[in-house]
């Protein structure tokens, strides 16, 4: 068997037509390498990438470390089930919680399926008739059954209903409203500190506080889905320490293991036993190569000061994009945090992706008017700001509708 399957993209386009479904809207190009934050095609296009793997490559394409970690534990041990110990795991989990609030890790694959894990955790820590749940309009939370019932945005929901039973939906930003839907079934609050797939949308100064005041009082669990501001992307290790508010349950999958796919929830100490032998599983769930993968990230991150950097290329960012907004009337708000970027537009952001994939940059458009940027925290400045001129000329030529 050949390594590369080898096919150009009109070839890869046609093979997909006939055997994969299509569920997502795609691209017409078949991405065949990458390198840091840039990546090649079946022609040999070289793309300057500003989303690199859906915000999953933080560290950019195939990051040194985490490749040699994953060949070195591919070749040593792949798998073993939860039955064992594996000393990876174990470090894996320290090397999070030592750069957390001192929790303790469950492990599964994936960002929705670390969130059904927080609300089985929730509904197990509170006392028998506590089970709904408080989540925020515009919020993202995955798509399994549970995570997309604590997605409050009804599109996801069209079709596919009944929901879960056992979730409240606040508006985000409005801590009143949300105190208003607290009862004495409520268990949790689950909400993204920034909100991601929402269209980088950053809550109001001391909403979070507030929540987590409110409980406090009530006695409710303060749950962040850090899926995506995790683990670095907004300069800090994760969010809620931007913020001075600290969950009691913590979500995270994406950039967890630099692009190897990967999820943890992160429970403080006392609530972390609710999840208790046989209530829960994920089969692949800290497998080594995951666990290397993580292990390797963080490390990386570290060795080259990269949550710094992440803070640099923000500023960057910023100064560019508020420049342009000066210039651009269609720029409706910049909102930056670290390497996590929105550009609020007053138009359809759609053909500025289209135009920016012609002049190969890659960007993400979400909610129809915001341009979303996940760049890589490791992301060169020469190559920030070549893709920033091409953003900058896309968006002065867009048509005005
Ligand atoms: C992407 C995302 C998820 C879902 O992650 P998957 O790995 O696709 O299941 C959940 N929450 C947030 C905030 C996300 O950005």
């Known amino acids: 068997m050949p390594t590369a399957v080898g096919l150009s993209s009109a070839e890869t386009v046609a093979l997909f037509k006939q055997h994969v479904i299509a569920n997502y809207n795609r691209y017409p190009v078949n991405l065949v390498r990458g390198e840091g934050s840039l990546v090649w095609d079946s022609e040999g296009n070289r793309y300057l990438d500003f989303f690199p793997g859906w915000g999953c490559n933080l560290l950019g394409h195939c990051p040194p470390k985490v490749v040699a970690a994953v060949q070195e534990q591919v070749a040593t041990l792949i798998h073993v089930p939860n039955t064992w110990h594996m000393d ?82 606040a508006p985000f930003g409005d801590l009143e409203a949300t105190r208003e839907l607290v009862d004495d079934e409520t268990c949790a609050i689950m909400i993204e500190p920034i909100q991601g797939e929402g269209g980088v949308r950053i809550p109001p100064a001391g909403f979070l506080q507030g929540l987590r005041d409110l409980c406090n009082e009530r006695g409710l669990l303060l749950m962040f889905d850090e899926v995506q501001t995790g683990c670095g992307r907004t300069g800090d290790w994760f969010a809620y320490q931007k913020f001075g508010v600290t969950p009691d349950v913590m979500t995270l999958a994406k950039a967890v293991c630099g692009g190897i796919a990967g999820g943890a929830l992160i429970a403080k100490r006392e609530i972390a036993p609710a999840l208790r032998p046989g209530m829960h599983a994920a089969t692949f769930g800290g497998n080594p190569i995951a666990a290397r993968a993580g292990i390797a990230t963080f490390e990386t991150i570290e060795e080259e000061n990269l949550l710094d950097n992440a803070k640099q290329l923000g500023e960057l960012f910023r100064r560019r994009l508020t420049k342009l907004q000066q210039q651009c009337d269609l720029i409706k708000e910049v909102r930056v945090a670290g390497v996590m970027i929105g550009v609020e537009l007053s138009v359809d952001g759609n053909p500025a992706v289209q135009a920016c994939l012609e002049r190969k940059l890659l960007i993400n458009c979400t909610q129809g008017k915001t341009i979303r940027l996940l760049p890589a925290m490791n992301l060169p400045e020469e190559q920030a700001e070549e893709g920033c001129d091409i953003l900058a000329d896309v968006l002065q030529k867009l048509p005005r509708s």
């Open 88 to 169: 990876v795991q174990g470090r894996w989990a320290q090397v999070i919680n030592e750069r957390s609030f001192g929790g303790q890790a469950f492990f599964c694959n994936s960002g929705t399926e670390a969130n059904e894990a927080a609300i089985k955790i929730a509904r197990l820590h509170s006392p028998k008739g506590k089970y709904k749940i408080i989540t925020f309009t515009g919020g993202f939370h995955g798509r399994t059954m549970g995570s997309v019932t604590a997605t409050a945005q009804p599109k996801y929901h069209d079709g596919i209903e009944p929901m879960l039973p056992g979730f409240v939906y």
